[in-house]
């Protein structure tokens, strides 16, 4: 079993920029996907960037496209998510997820980020 730790949230006014950073309990290169996703309340769940383990591949929810940038370091074994230019409705929990796909089989136990207007 593979534990993901969350860090990085917090309140930051809109436009402003935060970064979260994950650190999996095993080496991430081992991790085929790794990726992000967010719950607000009263929505579902959705994938917000997703990375390869490689790193050569990312993808993203198209509410955050060129705004988020989803991010690997092999040697800090960290992954992290770059979130400038924030709004209102990127208020969530955002969770790290990791697996053989996506969604992966491992969670974080969530970081809340939440943007004031």
């Known amino acids: 079993q593979v534990q993901l730790v969350e860090s990085g949230g917090g309140l930051v006014q809109g436009g402003g920029s935060l970064r979260l950073s994950c650190v999996p309990s095993?080496?991430?290169?081992?991790?085929?996907?790794m990726a992000w996703y967010r719950q607000a309340p009263g929505k579902e769940r959705e994938l917000v960037a997703g990375?390869?383990?490689?790193?050569?591949?990312?993808r993203y929810a198209d509410s955050v496209q060129g705004r988020f940038t989803i991010s690997r370091d092999i040697h800090k074994n960290t992954m992290y998510l770059q979130m400038n230019s924030l709004k209102p409705e990127d208020t969530a929990v955002y969770y790290c997820?990791?697996?053989?796909?996506?969604?992966?089989?491992?969670w974080g136990q969530g970081t809340q980020v939440t943007v004031s207007s």
């Open positions: 997820n990791g697996g053989s796909a996506l969604p992966g089989d491992y």
């Open positions: 095993a080496r991430i290169w081992r991790i085929r996907a």
């Open positions: 990375i390869t383990n490689d790193g050569g591949r990312t």
